[in-house]
């Protein structure tokens, strides 16, 4: 019978087994976990026991393939391996096997119409303004989305949205190699403070003008915005 093992990942690599950059864990072999385990894999801050505290975000994968092995089992010698260190290889079939993900950002306005953007300190789009947003879980509804990511990256809790923008984001296709088909959505905003909840996310949140906008923009959220001013659903980035 296959069980649940949980670990704690960092945010570095956690964001990488997301984007599906990571498919393998190197773990030291204290526990036994066998083909057909879920390893439940948790995000935290960090390494230091005194100051880690979970994000929030989980991941379950289902094992398919162990190999454990002693550093006296391999062939180099232990000064290679203290002088040079290990790296591991994934590798996949030969030819472009990428995919497009799915994303959605949130739209918050308050009374004077000024939209909430935060400042993002992620890989992806580092030091660039975007709305709050997230990846589309397996499963998961675009309002369910946009509703749990708002609240695990403001503290802000919504409930009313709807469609306001189809967009595809390619700017970070050379750069990152991500490519993205962004749901924008207009969140029904009731008041609260926003709050950095994810710090290894993002440095502030703040309100603008629809037209004092920060730079630069994300481009997802660049697009949800051209969308929303221009009164349209989607606008083909070719």
Do not use: C
Not at 6 to 27: A, H, S, T
Not at 55 to 63: A, H, Q, W
Not at 124 to 131: A, D, I, M
């Amino acid at each position: 019978m296959s069980k649940k093992i949980i670990k704690k990942v960092l945010p570095e690599y956690f964001q990488d087994i997301v984007d599906g950059l990571k498919n393998y864990e190197l773990r030291l072999n204290d526990f036994e976990v066998l083909p057909g385990d879920i390893l439940v894999l948790e995000e935290w801050t960090t390494a230091d026991p005194a100051t880690r505290r979970a994000t929030g975000r989980k991941l379950e994968k289902e094992v398919s393939y162990v190999r454990k092995f002693k550093l006296q089992d391999l062939w180099w010698t232990k000064k290679d391996l203290e002088e040079k260190g290990i790296q591991i290889i994934s590798f996949k079939e030969i030819g472009d096997q990428r995919r497009p993900k799915v994303g959605v950002g949130v739209m918050l306005q308050n009374k004077e119409k000024q939209v909430l953007l935060g400042l993002r300190k992620s890989a992806h789009g580092t030091g660039e303004w975007s709305f709050p947003g997230g990846h589309l879980e397996f499963g998961e509804s675009i309002f369910a989305a946009a509703q749990r990511e708002t609240k695990e990256e403001t503290g802000l809790d919504i409930e009313q949205f709807t469609l306001i923008s189809v967009s595809d984001e390619k700017r970070y296709i050379a750069s990152e190699g991500k490519h993205y088909v962004v749901i924008g959505l207009l969140g029904v905003y009731h008041g609260g403070q926003a709050v950095v909840m994810e710090k290894n996310k993002f440095a502030e949140w703040k309100w603008f003008d629809l037209d004092k906008l920060p730079s630069p923009l994300f481009e997802g959220t660049e697009q949800v915005i051209d969308n929303y001013l221009n009164h349209r659903l989607y606008q083909p980035n070719d």
